[in-house]
């Protein structure tokens, strides 16, 4: 298998902080790189070191950065997302740029100049019971009997290929029983509140942190013949801006986030403040190791767990509130 070597930028204080959005991930191994370790090293060395290498030396004016290495398939490409997501949702939270610039490099290869090398693993496929997932430049075969979900996430996370994504579109193809709203919290492509329109659903609204997220599930919208009057994105943190929580409204059917268990948890509170009694909330993003301290935390908001499915790592819960 392939590897595609990951460099985050950042400073010593944002090492912890990125080796978190890693692992929040699934990403257990990973390196850094720190200046400042090596400047400890040089104050501290002892006698025996009476030779260092230049090529070494010159890890003391180093930019601090840490390396992880992901897959080159299918699954790896859409992590690989939900970290550029995430660390530029980091970067967002960083008002003083205490933890440096946070831009990824990919094996050499900017990350801008990445954004279609992920094509080539994305191919078409069924999803539940219902819906078959493409890509616009690939035909649509043995999708009979399906509604087509074409999707094209440019650079944003959210392609089903991804075990997180999947398995919210098949609890959506069993929830969606027709005319319901959706809200799509952190929609990245817009796919899972796109998938839920054309299995029935009257309208959604899809916000995401990021404006190309937002942009992005607009688009993929219109390329599913679903207008802007019932599909609507905006871009903003609900966990910050009143405002746009005033917007979004209350009493939606479903609610659907795919985002990371923090998150989650953070938003508990205000998915009681969006969901309608007995409407049904789907959370992903999660991986296994932490699926009960999220359901805890549901729970004590009232939530009520109806349904749990994972793969390779990851879970998705399902909830109704009274």
């Not at 009979?144 to 098949?170: K, M, V």
Request: aromatic share 8%; proline share 2%.
């Amino acid at each position: 298998m392939n590897w595609t070597q990951v460099n985050i930028y950042t400073t010593t204080q944002g090492i912890e902080p990125v080796a978190f959005e890693l692992l929040s991930l699934g990403i257990t191994g990973y390196t850094v790189t720190d200046s400042n370790d090596f400047k400890e090293f040089l104050e501290n060395k002892n006698g025996q070191w009476d030779y260092i290498d230049d090529d070494l030396m010159g890890l003391s004016d180093c930019e601090t950065y840490v390396t992880a290495y992901i897959p080159e398939n299918e699954q790896g490409t859409e992590t690989l997302k939900m970290l550029i997501a995430n660390i530029a949702q980091l970067k967002m939270r960083d008002e003083n740029a205490q933890f440096g610039r946070l831009e990824i490099e990919l094996d050499g290869v900017k990350e801008e100049d990445w954004a279609n090398n992920w094509k080539q693993y994305f191919k078409p496929f069924c999803v539940g019971k219902k819906l078959y997932v493409k890509p616009s430049w690939e035909e649509a075969v043995g999708a009979e009997n399906r509604r087509i979900l074409e999707i094209d996430p440019a650079s944003s996370f959210g392609t089903g290929q991804h075990h997180t994504t999947r398995l919210c579109l098949e609890m959506l193809d069993d929830c969606v029983c027709g005319g319901e709203s959706v809200l799509d919290l952190g929609c990245g492509s817009g796919i899972l509140s796109i998938g839920a329109i054309l299995l029935g659903a009257k309208n959604a609204v899809a916000v995401d942190i990021m404006q190309n997220a937002a942009e992005t599930a607009a688009e993929n919208a219109g390329k599913n013949g679903i207008s802007s009057d019932i599909y609507k994105t905006y871009c903003g943190d609900v966990l910050s801006c009143n405002e746009l929580c005033d917007i979004i409204g209350t009493n939606y059917d479903i609610i659907c986030a795919n985002i990371v268990s923090d998150i989650l948890i953070a938003m508990a509170p205000l998915f009681v403040k969006f969901i309608k009694s007995g409407a049904a909330l789907i959370i992903s993003g999660i991986i296994t190791e932490r699926a009960d301290e999220v359901d805890a935390v549901m729970k004590q908001n009232g939530f009520i767990q109806t349904q749990f499915a994972d793969s390779n790592g990851w879970a998705a819960i399902k909830y109704t509130i009274n």
